[in-house]
């Protein structure tokens, strides 16, 4: 079964710099996809990014980017030049056979100004 | 566009007592979802419905039922709910493989006592 790892249960940022939180997940498919989740305090899942595995290059969405290691199994979130509106709770997700999605336990991210 | 609408948001129930989650898409997505949300477990899968007519169990369906009553709608349904049904629970649907991700519903919170 797919499992979805993440390792860091809260982070803290200060406004304007760079944080990475992490994502490791066991798989033994080779085409597979990822993804990374926002939930803020409003509890509505945001689509943040998304990897196919297939792909070399790490997919990147204006201040969102991703570093994708595929033979370490490991797909972190870079966040730069956070916000205040970046705050939330992050969820890594894995799309597993049968079009599921597997979830990550989740990463709190607080921003300070 | 409305998305994904989940009824209702707040819910306190007894012990013992039934209730319906209700879940409608109108984005024509063939693929619909349930998940059940606790602190430090990330979203687990209760069921889903890959199609309209079929459902399939997920990783936590002990204690639920579903509908899938069209295209639109898969109801979630608690025969008896229990305390450890205290949850969050969302509703999602996905085109097709669900290549792009879920569109999420914004969330029932449920309580029973």
């Known amino acids: 079964a797919q499992t979805v790892t993440q390792s860091q249960p809260e982070m803290s940022v200060q406004e304007a710099e760079t944080v990475t939180l992490s994502c490791t997940y066991d798989t033994s498919e080779s085409d597979y996809y990822l993804f990374w989740y926002k939930q803020p305090p409003s509890r509505q899942m945001i689509l943040v990014i998304r990897?196919?595995?297939?792909?070399?290059q790490n997919a990147t969405e204006n201040r969102f980017s991703v570093n994708f290691q595929k033979a370490a199994k490991s797909f972190s979130l870079k966040i730069s030049d956070s916000q205040l509106g970046d705050a939330a709770m992050y969820f890594c997700?894995?799309?597993?056979?049968?079009?599921?999605?597997?979830f990550g336990a989740g990463t709190i991210l607080r921003v300070k100004s | 566009n409305a998305g994904v609408t989940q009824t209702p948001k707040f819910q306190v129930l007894k012990t013992g007592q039934s209730m319906t989650l209700q879940c409608a898409q109108d984005m024509n997505h063939n693929s619909m979802y349930w998940y059940r949300q606790d602190p430090g477990m990330g979203l687990r899968l209760i069921y889903y419905s890959a199609s309209e007519g079929t459902t399939d169990k997920g990783e936590v369906p002990n204690g639920y039922n579903v509908s899938r009553l069209n295209k639109r709608e898969f109801s979630l349904r608690l025969e008896s709910a229990a305390p450890s049904q205290t949850s969050v629970y969302f509703c999602a649907s996905s085109l097709g493989q669900g290549l792009n991700g879920y569109t999420f519903g914004s969330g029932t919170r449920l309580t029973v006592v």
């Open positions: 990897q196919e595995a297939y792909k070399q």
């Open positions: 997700a894995y799309r597993a056979s049968g079009n599921k999605l597997v």
